[in-house]
C-alpha cells in the first residue's frame, strides 16, 4: 500500500500539472479543500496533514477534469461573490468579480429607503440575494427564462422574505411604471467573439446576444422605459467595448446615462435615469 500523502505533497505536484487557468494554486486549494471539507486557511496551515487514500484519489480524479477544461466552481458547486458563497451549476453562468461593480453601485447611490428592484436574468441569484440581504428594507423580484436556472437562485435565496423569484421573459410580465430600480446583468457577447472558447463550458444562451451582442442590451432598454416608475433608475452591465452605443441607446429611449468603470478603469456598466416628460402611451 502507497504512503498516505500530505497536503502539501498533493498540493505540489497538482502544480506541475499544465491547465489554464490564471490562478492554478488557488484553483487546487479549493479543490483539495472541497474534497476534505476544509478551508484554504486550513490547508495553508496543515501541509504536513496527512491525506487518506480515497480523499487523494478524489482530488486527483477533480484535477483531471479541470485540466481537461471544467471550471472550479462547477466542479465544487460553489463561487465566492461579495464574501459570500453561492451555488452554481452548468445551468447558471459563474459570476465574475467585475458584477461586483453593480452592487457597489447599488449600495453606494441607493439608500435604505423602501424601493422595488427588479433584477433581470437574475442566473444564480447573486445580484438579487446580495441585495436582499444588504437592504433588507427594500423588495426584490428577480426573473429567468430557464427553470433550471430560477432553481439555483431559488436556493441562494431561501430564507430571504424580501425576494421573490420568477420565471419571466425579461419585463414581460411587469406592470408600466412599477419599479423603482432595474439591475441586469444580459447576454452581451457577439456570436464568433474571441472569448467564447473560453467560456464553452457555461451555458451559451446566457452569454451570446444577435445583433452583434446588443440585442438583449437593446430588448431590457425598451422593457426599462415601460416599466420603470418615472424617477426610476436602470443599471445595465455590458461588454468592456460597448458603452459608447449602450449609453446611445439608452439616450434614445429618454435616458441620461451615467459612465461607469471597474476598479480596472474598464467601462463595464451604465446607470441611467428616466428624464422627465414621458408620455402616458409609452
Not at 478524489?58 to 460553489?78: K, N, S, W
Not at 416599466?227 to 445595465?236: E, Q, R, Y
Request: proline fraction near 5%.
Amino acid at each position: 500500500m502507497l504512503p498516505e500523502p500530505t497536503v502539501q505533497a498533493l498540493l505540489d505536484a497538482a502544480g506541475q500539472r499544465t491547465v489554464k487557468s490564471l490562478s492554478p494554486t488557488l484553483d487546487h486549494q479549493l479543490l483539495l479543500g472541497h474534497c476534505l471539507g476544509k478551508s484554504r486557511a486550513w490547508l495553508i496551515a496543515h501541509g504536513e496533514t496527512l491525506v487518506a487514500g480515497d480523499h487523494a484519489l478524489a482530488f486527483q480524479a477533480l484535477l483531471q477534469r479541470h485540466q481537461q477544461g471544467e471550471p472550479v466552481a462547477y466542479l465544487i458547486g460553489v463561487k465566492a461573490f461579495w464574501n459570500r458563497l453561492f451555488k452554481v451549476t452548468p445551468a447558471t453562468l459563474i459570476p465574475r468579480p467585475e458584477t461586483e461593480l453593480l452592487i457597489e453601485t447599488i449600495l453606494s447611490r441607493f439608500n435604505n429607503e423602501a424601493r422595488l428592484m427588479l433584477d433581470l436574468g437574475t442566473g444564480s441569484g447573486v445580484i438579487a440575494v446580495t441585495i436582499a440581504v444588504e437592504r433588507p428594507g427594500w423588495q426584490i423580484v428577480a426573473t429567468d427564462i430557464h427553470d433550471e436556472t430560477i432553481k439555483v437562485a431559488r436556493e441562494n435565496g431561501q430564507y430571504r422574505s424580501n425576494l421573490s423569484l420568477l420565471l419571466a421573459d425579461w419585463g414581460s410580465a411587469f406592470a408600466s411604471n412599477s419599479i423603482d430600480l432595474l439591475v441586469c446583468n444580459p447576454p452581451y457577447i457577439a456570436q464568433g467573439d474571441s472569448h467564447l472558447p473560453q467560456l464553452s463550458q457555461e451555458p451559451r444562451r446566457a452569454l451570446v446576444a444577435g445583433d452583434h451582442g446588443y440585442a438583449d442590451l437593446e430588448r431590457v432598454i425598451n422593457d426599462a422605459h415601460r416599466i420603470l416608475k418615472d424617477t426610476g433608475s436602470l443599471l445595465l452591465e455590458h461588454g468592456f467595448e460597448q458603452q459608447d452605443r449602450v449609453a446611445e441607446l439608452l439616450q434614445h429611449r429618454g435616458f441620461t446615462a451615467e459612465r461607469l468603470q471597474d476598479l480596472n478603469g474598464t467601462p463595464r456598466a451604465i446607470l441611467a435615469h428616466l428624464t422627465t416628460g414621458r408620455s402616458s402611451n409609452e
